[in-house]
């Protein structure tokens, strides 16, 4: 019995290790430390498919043809969703997927936020904030004071 324990736990561990990368960050394009790309500083424009959503304010734009590399995390200006594990957090990163998913968006960098760009995205004429209030996600992270003062 002692044997089979072991081995389950093992096989635990082993799982636990294996599934650490799939949980790493998939964008990389704006490093931890460093400078920050030129391309991406203040002002500049950026546009690509999105291919990754994190939650209901945070995407993957593919700027370029390097996976992961050349993918920039925004974190949206102008709509601030509830944390991922809050109530609505899971609602907000859902319609985000719906509403952007695979389509290509067109940002405007407001500079760096951590190892992500604050930017304002838009879909076609209308931006990504607006979209979501239109799609009836509440607005609810810790930004939302500063986003109510930019509209």
Same mark, same amino acid.
């Given at each position: 019995?002692?044997?089979?324990?072991?081995?389950?736990?093992?096989?635990?561990?082993?799982?636990?290790?294996?599934?650490? =990368?799939?949980l790493a960050d998939p964008c990389r394009a704006v490093p931890q430390k460093g400078p920050m790309p030129a391309s991406l500083a203040r002002? /500049?424009?950026?546009?690509?498919?999105?291919?990754?959503?994190?939650?209901?304010?945070?995407?993957?734009?593919?700027?370029?043809?390097?996976?992961?590399?050349?993918?920039? /995390?925004?974190?949206?200006?102008?709509?601030?969703?509830?944390?991922?594990?809050? =109530?609505?957090?899971?609602?907000?990163?859902?319609?985000?997927?719906g509403i952007t998913g695979g389509r290509r968006v067109d940002c405007v960098s407001r500079g760096r936020t951590w190892d992500r760009v604050?930017?304002?995205?838009?879909?076609?004429?209308?931006?990504?904030?607006?979209?979501?209030?239109?799609?009836?996600?509440?607005?609810?992270?810790?930004?939302?004071?500063?986003?109510?003062?930019?509209?």
């Open positions: 019995m002692h044997r089979r324990l072991m081995a389950f736990l093992l096989a635990g561990a082993a799982l636990a290790c294996a599934a650490g =990368p799939a002002g /500049e424009r950026f546009s690509g498919p999105v291919v990754h959503i994190a939650d209901g304010d945070s995407l993957c734009v593919a700027v370029g043809p390097r996976r992961g590399a050349d993918w920039v /995390e925004v974190r949206l200006a102008d709509f601030h969703a509830p944390e991922l594990k809050a =109530p609505g957090g899971r609602e907000a990163r859902d319609a985000l997927k604050a930017a304002d995205c838009r879909l076609g004429d209308q931006s990504l904030g607006d979209r979501m209030r239109a799609a009836g996600v509440a607005e609810g992270g810790r930004g939302r004071g500063e986003a109510a003062r930019r509209r």
